[in-house]
């Protein structure tokens, strides 16, 4: 692998950790501690949906980000022909 196109996987990487832990602070700090007043006024399974972000909601969004996260590296580790075949 080139120089240049170590440089240009390594940059696709990070903008994809860039993207994804901003969604992950949106919804855990977001949802979770600055909505939380508008969020209340809503109700999931007895409980008030701002407690449900703060307590629940932030951990299933981190979860599925790694998920997400490692899709979005299997389809760069084609592009760039690096996978482990």
Do not use: P
């Amino acid at each position: 692998m080139s120089k240049s196109s170590m440089t240009a996987y390594w940059h696709k990487n990070l903008k994809y950790l860039l993207i994804l832990l901003c969604i992950w602070f949106l919804v855990s700090y977001g949802a979770g501690i600055f909505l939380v007043d508008e969020l209340n006024a809503i109700r999931l399974g007895g409980f008030k949906l701002g407690f449900w972000f703060a307590q629940q909601g932030s951990i299933y969004v981190f979860v599925i980000l790694i998920f997400v996260y490692v899709r979005l590296m299997n389809k760069l580790d084609r592009e760039f022909d690096v996978d482990e075949k």
